[in-house]
Structure formats: structure tokens, C-alpha cells
């Protein structure tokens, strides 16, 4: 999608959509006002017949309008023009391209209530456009989305263009990060992972990968457990960007199973295919570090990517297995399918014995039970540190990826005790996303840190938010670059 600013006067008439975002109550002036009267007064005449409102997610399609070029006029609600946030203008760009991107025009022109929004309208049209359509190969051409281009009317296009950079980023790393998810295992397994996030050097990362020999040496048993009955090695990517001289890093840990089959603990057939995202949560951590990097952000960030495929196989781990994690502690396997602690276990040990960072963050596809807990528009939040979690609430409400905090009960720690080793790797089923969190605090090394359970916000089909496709929602990616942008840069 190509995204351009233009002033009202510098509009060239051409054949187009013609999109106008209106608020209730709103008259019609600037541009819109122009439409209007070119038109001999169409789109005043539509808000009085019928009952187009501008109420948030109502949509007015005008056909061919006589007195101006633009082959379709189409009106968005926004609802009330005194609560439009940035989210509201983002849905209503994003609505509008969804009106008409089959239409078979090539152009969208959006015309806003207030100009200055006009970047936040253009990310929204950009995180809407996103497709993952790599293997279609008999897609009808009527089918495929036709508009390429989105203009924008602005008053102060160089502004616009500047206020949109660090937005463009966004919705890049964004749709790098859903394609991560999008991919199947088969195409992205961990060595390939690996080397897509080895790319981003290219931004200027650093970006380094450990193999299995190398984490053996280092006593990762757990991380290295639960890939030991795939085919395809893990990998440990470790991704580091540099923007703000020697000050302490902060951290973000990712779990990456590229596949979960539940190994031995073998999951049902109904619906495994949707465990080709349970590396949602290294996507979303690797989609940070492109932003940071493409936005030049002025902080120092250490990514984790724990990459791994859960198989069950001769070689698979049995439940029972006892594996040593790089902690020290020792795990008894109960359940071969709660891999995903396993893997953070010793990704986060490594992150807090490496790197000494302020705090660390993980994001992980754990639980199913989150999925029962919160359902689908709200990830589960834990941490050890009520000013970490405060600033993460709040970067989630601005960016509209809701989190919910839930609890880390001492008293629930009993659930993991083991009567061979230190530790089990799963409780009772009732809390199962809250013993899955208490078992990874116990390799989070005392130092401030927050887990984001991401299963139940990693996909969505079908989804009703127009700046998400159905499929990967590369979840975590806006949330994370606002905690950074809000409270640890400069
Ligand atoms: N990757 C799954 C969790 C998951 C479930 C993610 C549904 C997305 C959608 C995780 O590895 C898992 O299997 N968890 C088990 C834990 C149980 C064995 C204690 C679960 O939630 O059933
Ligand atoms: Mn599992
Ligand atoms: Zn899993």
C-alpha cells in the first residue's frame, strides 16, 4: 500500500473512492464541503433522507455521484467528534478501505474531520491492507484487493509525513511480525525463524544465533528437552539494539514453538493446525526489535527468541523425564505439552545472567486456560513489580491491546511441587495459567519482570477489528513499542 499526503488544493480529479471519515453533528466544510457542492449537493441531501448519522461504524455508499470524478463516495461514521481517539480514527480508515478494497479502483482518498489525524488514518489503512496470501495461487483477480494506493488531505503535508514515519515503521514491523505467525511449520521451522530474524541486521540490530551445541554447553536441559524429539534443531536467537550508549538494557523474551504438537502429551487433531502460531509470542518480540531499530529508538533493548518444535518422536521426552534447567533447578516433565515454560525457563535465566537488564518481559502463547479466562480481547498480565505492570496497562489501553492482571499467589506454588525434582512443570488444571506463570518467576532471578500470556490474543478468526485482518494479529508489537516509546527512551 503507498501512502501519500496531499493538500485539498493540490487534489488532481481523477477516478477514485473518495472516503469521507464524519462525526455526528459534524457540517460539512474543507474538502467535504467542496465534494458537496461540486456535486450539486448529494452528500447533503444522503444525511437528510436517510439515517447516516455519522454514528461510529455506520457506512453511507454513494455510487457514481454526478459533478465529481471520484467513481464511489463513501461516508464513515466516527461517532462523537469530542471522544475520537487515535484507535477511533485508525477503525475508521480502516473501515473505509475495507468498504471499497475490492471495488476495482486503484486509489482511496480519505478525507478527515480534523487533518491532523491524517497519519494515525494512514496506519490504520496500512495494518488493514495487510494480506498473507503467499500461497494462493488461483485467487480470482476480482477477489484480490484493487486499491494500491491511500491519499490522505492534509493541510501540512510535510508535517504529516513526518508525524507518519515512526507510524510506517509500525506497520511494518507489525507486518513482519504477522507473517512470522501466518507461516506454516513446514516453511518456518526454528533455523528459519532464525534466519528471517538475522535479516533485521540490515535495520541495524546485532543479531546472534545459538545452536544446540552452545546451549548444551551453557545447560539449557529444558529449552533443549523440549525440542529433542524434532527433526529440525533449536535455536536461541538473541537480538540487541543499541540506541542509547552503555545504559542498562531492557529485555523482552519471546517464546518461539514454531510447532506444538504436545509431544508425547499429544494434543487432539481437532484444530492442531492452530499450533503453528505458538511462536506468536518470539514473533511479536522480534516485530519490537524491527521498530526500535527502523524508528532509530534511543534505548537499549535486548530481544530473546526461544525457538522450538514440540514433536513427539523415538527421541521425544517422556512425561517423567527430569531435565536440569541452566538455573540449576530441576524440572520433572509432567506433561510434555506445557513446553512453553520450559523454554522460557531457561531463555529468561539466560536473558538475566547475560545481560543484567532493568526488567524483562516475556510473551508467550502458554495457556489455553487464559483463553477460558479472558477470552479473545484481552491477553493475561502477570508481574512481580506494580510499576512495570502499571506502564504496561497503560501502553495497552493506548495502543487497544488489552491486557487483564492477574494474580502470582505464593500459596499456589505447591501446585508445582515435585516429589523428584525441584519442580513440576504443570499444577492442577483449575489456575493453570497462574501456576504456569508462578513457574516461570522461579527463573526471572529476582529482577523486575511481567509475563504476557498472548493465547488467546495471538489469532483471531474471525476478527472484528478492522485494523485486523482474520489470522495473526501480531499481538504485542504496537503494546510493546509504546511501553518503550512512553517510559524508557531518552
Ligand atoms: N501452546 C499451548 C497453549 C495454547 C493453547 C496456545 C491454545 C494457543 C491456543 C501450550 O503449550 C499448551 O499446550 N498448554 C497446555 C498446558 C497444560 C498441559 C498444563 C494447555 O493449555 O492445555
Ligand atoms: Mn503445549
Ligand atoms: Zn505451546
Known amino acids: 500500500m503507498d501512502i501519500e499526503f496531499v493538500t485539498a488544493s493540490a487534489v488532481v480529479s481523477e477516478k477514485c473512492v473518495e472516503a469521507l471519515v464524519v462525526v455526528e453533528g459534524a457540517v460539512l466544510a474543507g474538502r467535504a464541503g467542496q465534494l458537496d457542492g461540486l456535486s450539486g449537493g448529494a452528500i447533503t441531501r444522503a444525511l437528510a433522507a436517510g439515517r447516516f448519522t455519522g454514528a461510529k461504524d455506520q457506512v453511507l455508499d454513494l455510487q457514481a455521484p454526478v459533478g465529481i470524478d471520484a467513481a464511489r463516495l463513501v461516508l464513515i461514521g466516527a461517532g462523537k467528534a469530542d471522544g475520537l481517539s487515535d484507535i477511533g480514527v485508525e477503525h475508521a480508515a480502516a473501515q473505509a478501505y475495507g468498504a471499497v478494497k475490492t471495488s476495482g479502483l486503484a486509489t482511496l482518498r480519505l478525507v478527515l474531520p480534523d487533518t491532523l489525524r491524517a497519519p494515525r488514518a494512514a496506519l490504520g489503512v496500512r495494518l488493514a491492507a495487510y494480506r498473507f496470501d503467499r500461497y494462493k495461487t488461483k485467487e480470482p483477480q476480482e477477489k484480490k484487493p484493487s486499491i494500491t494506493r491511500t491519499q ?6 510535510d508535517a504529516a509525513l513526518a508525524a507518519f514515519a515512526p507510524l510506517a515503521a509500525l506497520a511494518d514491523a507489525v507486518a513482519f511480525a504477522r507473517d512470522l505467525v501466518s507461516e506454516p511449520a513446514n516453511i518456518l521451522y526454528p533455523a528459519e525463524f532464525a534466519r528471517r530474524a538475522k535479516a533485521l541486521e540490515s535495520l541495524g540490530l546485532e543479531v546472534e544465533i545459538l545452536g544446540e551445541a552452545e546451549m548444551s554447553r551453557l545447560g539449557m536441559g529444558a529449552l533443549l528437552g523440549v525440542g529433542q524429539g524434532s527433526r529440525r534443531d533449536s535455536q536461541l536467537v538473541v537480538i540487541q539494539w543499541k540506541g542509547a550508549g552503555k545504559a542498562k538494557p531492557i529485555a523482552f523474551v519471546g517464546k518461539g514453538v514454531c510447532f506444538d504438537t504436545g509431544g508425547i502429551s499429544i494434543k487432539p487433531a481437532e484444530g492442531m493446525e492452530d499450533m503453528k502460531w505458538d511462536m506468536g509470542g518470539a514473533a511479536a518480540v522480534a516485530g519490537l526489535m524491527h521498530v526500535l531499530a527502523a524508528r532509530k529508538a534511543k534505548v537499549n533493548v535486548v530481544g530473546i527468541l526461544g525457538l522450538v518444535e514440540n514433536m513427539p518422536d523415538g527421541n521425544a521426552q517422556r512425561p517423567g523425564d527430569i531435565v536440569t534447567t541452566m538455573s540449576g533447578q530441576t524440572v520433572e516433565v509432567i506433561n510434555t505439552d506445557a513446553e512453553g515454560r520450559l523454554v522460557l525457563a531457561d ?16 510473551l508467550a502463547t502458554l495457556t489455553g486456560a487464559i483463553i477460558v479466562a479472558l477470552g479473545n480481547d484481552f491477553a493475561g498480565l502477570f508481574s512481580n513489580n506494580d ?33 523428584a525434582a525441584d519442580l513440576k512443570n504443570t499444577g492442577p488444571r483449575p489456575g493453570g495459567s497462574i501456576t504456569a506463570a508462578l513457574f516461570i518467576q522461579k527463573f526471572v532471578g529476582g529482577l523486575p519482570w511481567a509475563h504476557l500470556d498472548i493465547a488467546s490474543t495471538a489469532w483471531k478468526k474471525p476478527s472484528s477489528v478492522p485494523t485486523i485482518p482474520d489470522g495473526a494479529t501480531g499481538f504485542g508489537v504496537r503494546l510493546l513499542n509504546r511501553l518503550v516509546a512512553e517510559n524508557y527512551e531518552g
Open 387 to 419: 510499576e512495570l505492570a502499571a506502564n504496561l496497562l497503560d501502553a495497552a489501553t493506548s495502543e487497544d491491546e488489552m491486557l487483564w492482571r492477574l494474580p502470582l499467589p505464593p500459596k499456589y506454588e505447591k501446585g508445582l511441587e515435585s516429589l
Open 347 to 362: 531463555a529468561l535465566w539466560y536473558c538475566q545472567d547475560r545481560f543484567k537488564p532493568r526488567f524483562m518481559v516475556d
Open 152 to 157: 490522505v488531505v492534509v493541510d501540512d503535508v
